[in-house]
């Protein structure tokens, strides 16, 4: 068997998520049916760095490929997207440790959420709109309660499979570009809908209906609140999945840039 290390980027729109569903199209899923293909009555295991939520787009998702090949991870890659549809693509294929687990072997993770402050025809499927005016400030400063180990039980769906809700959140960044608001979270791992959850909760607190104080309580007890606030998937981007010896980009920039508009005078 041979080990190969998958980095995989898919706009997330027509699926229900990364991971295998009966009866429902899936990236993972996608990636099996070509696979079975490339290497015909061979056992092979694709999987995944983390799940993403239907809808939900990736910029860099890791996945292992363990099957047993004589091919160059060059062909493998071109094998691949000559069969994917245009909205999955392997960015690149290399051959790694014979162990190396995509999940189990990954430090940390990254998200970025994209807003946009105005309606545009061209990047509905990766914004989330919102006509209302949001305080930047409070949701900067509101963002930093989330920093460092926390329960996350307010913020995951119920049918989670993780044992635990505790996660590391190691950094939260947020920037305004133009017509959009940025914001980008490094954590551990993430529990389902637990990003979608804090972009909400940030929002609100950005409308001012909700405040700091409100977030705290949902980071010390458990509440249903936040599951009513989820942000839509469409703005949602699992950015980097980082390992040993790797580290985050300090900086971060919108997939789609949405410019102010001004309409002139003539």
Aim: glycine share 6%; charged share 30%; hydrophobic share 35%.
């Amino acid at each position: 068997m041979s080990m190969f290390k998958l980095y995989i980027e898919y706009e997330g729109t027509r699926y229900s998520g990364w991971q295998m569903q009966k009866q429902s199209k899936t990236v993972q899923g996608k990636l099996y049916e070509i696979a079975e293909r490339i290497f015909k009555g061979e056992r092979i295991e694709i999987y995944g760095a983390g799940r993403t939520d239907a809808g939900v787009h990736a910029l860099c998702q890791v996945a292992h490929l363990d099957v047993k090949t004589m091919l160059a991870p060059g062909i493998i890659r071109m094998k691949f997207n000559d069969e994917l549809p245009s909205d999955i693509n392997i960015i690149e294929v290399e051959k790694t440790n014979p162990k190396f687990h995509a999940r189990h072997d990954a430090k940390s993770r990254s998200y970025i959420y994209q807003i946009s402050r105005r309606r545009t025809a061209f990047g509905k499927p990766f914004v989330w709109w919102i006509k209302d005016d949001l305080n930047f400030e409070k949701m900067s400063n509101a963002s930093k309660l989330f920093i460092g180990m926390h329960d996350y039980r307010s913020f995951a769906d119920k049918d989670d499979e993780e044992k635990s809700t505790n996660v590391l959140i190691e950094k939260i960044q947020m920037k305004e570009d133009s017509d959009m608001i940025l914001i980008r979270i490094i954590g551990s791992h993430f529990l389902w809908k637990q990003v979608r959850r804090m972009i909400g909760v940030l929002v609100e607190i950005g409308r001012g209906k909700l405040s700091e104080k409100d977030l705290k309580y949902f980071l010390e007890h458990q509440s249903p609140a936040p599951a009513k606030f989820t942000a839509p998937p469409s703005g949602l981007f699992l950015e980097k999945v980082v390992y040993e010896d790797e580290k985050h980009d300090g900086n971060f920039v919108p997939t789609i840039k949405i410019t102010s508009f001004k309409r002139s005078r003539s």
